[in-house]
């Protein structure tokens, strides 16, 4: 077994094994996913196959995905639990099969298409997401989870943490705000179906989150430190790196996305990180530096360097208090190193 797929089995045994999940609930049941060719969906989807498997649980799984080429190259093929539906939220197929239970997370995720297309990120987070809240309120399923992001929270500036009843510092006329600002239009599309309808929705505030699954060509910023310290390229920073958050492995992600859909409070949110990894961008750069690539690179600052980057958020410090989901029994395992190691043995390092 290469690097690659035993990190994967690791996780997924790992996903497995976590008791805040109450899998005994997924017995003979439907399970839509959507963004399944996605970092979170794809993992998501290979781990309930395998808890299925080790369980015998006779789950199905729809896959919503727009390629059904990438989805068999990432997913396998189909098989008698899993099924890809092709389509996309924005515009979703007739779904005839019962679902029991709903996953949305399918949403655009890099900040240059936010930059570049504002009006098209918006409209594929909120008609997107009212869809599948019809969805869920047509096939009357028992829970339904939409991905939200700690972006919504805007650009807090102390390091307090930060508990979901927390508002937001959005700039409505800055185009980069289209990402946060559809998605707490979202979150509060599924709060609104909850009061109205009585639709069971629940939201997940994720902390960026990577682990294996990240493709060697991701261009977001952890992605492109990894890189760097594979191929031995000193980390230059695009902004000052001041901006502090927390982040979330992959495998924890995906456990936090079940324990929420299976034992959460409908119309409730949860913030979902790990505070232990809480640090500037600075401090994450000079972590790969002298711990990953074992100082063989260095972190360059450029010259007149500032935060006025239209293509990244403003200057930020996201602390995610996440004892609200702790209550549920939930808890994240990886720190940021181990992070980056297991990303970067998964990527062929």
Known sequence: MDMKHKVLEEDLNAICRTESIQWEKLRNKTILVTGGTGLIGSTLIKALLYADQKKDLNLCILALVRNHDKAEKMLGQEKQHLKFILGSVESLPQITESVDY?????????SLFFVEHPVETIQIAVHGTENMLELAREKK??????LSSMEVYGAPHE??????SQGCTLDSMVVRSCYPIAKRLCENLCASHHQEYDVPAKVVRLAQT???GVLRDDRRVFAEFARDAMEGHDIVLQTTGTSKREYLYTADAVTAILTVLLTGESGEAYNAGNPATYCSITEM???VATEIAENRIKVQLPQNVTDNNFKFPPPHHLHLDV????KLEWEPTKNLKEMYLRMMSAMGM
């Open 210 to 212: 990577f682990g294996p």
């Open 285 to 287: 750069a000079k972590l």
């Open 323 to 326: 004892n609200k989901l702790k």
């Open 102 to 110: 709903i996953v949305h997370g399918a949403s655009p995720t890099a």
């Open 159 to 164: 390091d307090t943490l930060i508990p979901e």
């Open 141 to 146: 399923v028992e829970s339904i989870v939409y």
